[in-house]
């Protein structure tokens, strides 16, 4: 666990819990990437997280990537071509339309938490656990940095 203004390390837990609670219900993957700020616009720098991440290196090509930066107030969801072939247009932004709700309440774990639940819902549905599924990602929230978003430009 890393420490984070937003996020206390019992709060950390949590989230990864609901992204392994998510997960069992789905052959899809799900990461949490969390970083002060977003100095562009938080789509385009959620694809080079989820690049970064290589969340593309999934068997069925379904991982997510729920991007978050707090300071920016910003925060976006990626999905990779296959979920984004079978989910309706604008899934995304009633997720992200949740969240900006609880984090405006202050509510970033609750927040955080419940757009895995909804990812987690919207993937099982399309891509359900598979009995030989395997977990091809992390499951930990990943972070970055005013540096990194600099690498990545």
């Known amino acids: 666990m890393r420490p984070i203004p937003i996020l206390s390390e019992e709060q950390q837990k ?17 990461r949490v990437h969390v970083e002060p700020k977003c ?10 997280v989820f690049n970064r991440l290589e969340m593309y290196d999934t068997a069925a090509r ?6 978050l930066a707090y300071e920016t107030r ?4 990626v ?5 984004n072939e079978v989910i309706p247009e604008g899934f995304w932004d009633g997720i992200l339309a949740d969240m900006k709700v ?42 970055g940095g005013d540096d990194d978003e600099e690498d990545e430009d």
Do not use: M, W
């Open 102 to 143: 609880a984090f405006a309440a202050g509510s970033f774990t609750e927040g955080i938490i419940a757009a895995v639940e909804a990812v987690g819902n919207a993937l099982s549905e399309y891509f359900p656990y598979q009995s030989d599924d395997v977990n091809e990602q992390p499951d930990e929230i990943s972070f």
């Open 39 to 48: 100095k562009t616009d938080p789509v385009a720098r959620a694809v080079k």
């Open 79 to 83: 999905g990779d071509v296959a979920i």
């Open 14 to 30: 949590r989230i990864v819990e609901a992204i392994v609670r998510a997960e069992d219900c789905t052959s899809g993957e799900i």
């Open 74 to 77: 910003v925060c976006a969801i």
């Open 62 to 67: 379904n991982g997510v990537v729920i991007y």
